[in-house]
């Protein structure tokens, strides 16, 4: 029930195109949808994050849609760059306490 | 956003000694911080939660004899892997909690990549 389930494992995007990448859940109780965005050798950063009470968020190129009946979410890149390339996580926690991270997505993207 | 400085980005030792990861947050404090630890191409798994002034809550599998933390002021926060093993040769990043400035959100150090010879 801890679980967050990601996909796809990796993708490949040409530049311009939007990329997408979903997460499901199974635990009612999480509140808080962070994705992270890392580059090797480097921490994760935070790109953009939800809680249930909206349907969607948008920041820049990055949207997060979130489907509270479905118990999933995703995230879309619009616009996709080369500088985009890196992999992507969701995660979910509860009261922003311990994250609980999907198994990551490659994406790269070409020019 | 926030700040968080780990270090050192990288570190090298023995098998047999002790290597000590520092997690500072250089813009606010955070009373809570989070350890993982990452293996090549895998996701981040949490190894412990650090609270300040208290003990360390570990992860179900995690030796708390190994992996020692201490959060002894609301910036800091250390992690020190005792008698490394080659097996503990992996990525450790930290994570800290802001409350405050940035409205309750979650950021990560850049983490240390161990080697243990």
């Known amino acids: 029930q801890q679980q967050v389930k990601q996909s796809p494992q990796s993708l490949i995007v040409q530049k311009g195109g939007i990329s997408i990448i979903n997460c499901a859940y199974e635990?009612?109780?999480?509140?808080?949808f962070p994705w992270y965005q890392q580059f090797p050798g480097k921490g994760p950063a935070l790109l953009i994050a939800?809680?249930?009470?909206?349907s969607e968020k948008k920041e820049g190129r990055f949207t997060i849609s979130f489907n509270k009946s479905a118990k999933q979410f995703s995230l879309h890149i619009m616009d996709s760059q080369p500088g985009d390339s890196a992999t992507y996580f969701c995660?979910?926690?509860?009261?922003?306490?311990?994250?609980?991270f999907g198994t990551g997505t490659r994406l790269q993207v070409f020019p | 956003g926030a700040v968080v400085s780990q270090h050192p980005s990288w570190v090298i030792c023995k098998s047999g000694t002790s290597v000590k990861i520092e997690c500072r947050s250089l813009?606010?404090?955070?009373?809570?911080m989070f350890w993982y630890r990452q293996f090549p191409k895998q996701s981040l798994m949490l190894m412990a939660t650090?609270?300040?002034?208290?003990?360390?809550?570990?992860e179900q599998g995690v030796e708390k004899d190994k992996f020692l933390i201490n959060h002894a002021s609301l910036t800091l926060s250390t992690l020190t892997v005792t008698s490394a093993h080659p097996e503990d040769s992996s990525f450790y990043i930290c994570?800290?909690?802001?409350?405050?400035?940035?409205?309750?959100?979650?950021?990560f150090g850049s983490g240390t990549q161990l080697s243990v010879l």
């Open positions: 995660a979910a926690s509860i009261n922003t306490d311990k994250l609980i």
């Open positions: 994570s800290a909690r802001d409350r405050g400035t940035h409205g309750e959100k979650l950021f």
């Open positions: 635990n009612t109780a999480f509140d808080y």
């Open positions: 813009d606010f404090q955070a009373t809570t």
């Open positions: 939800i809680r249930p009470d909206v």
């Open positions: 650090s609270n300040e002034g208290s003990k360390a809550t570990y």
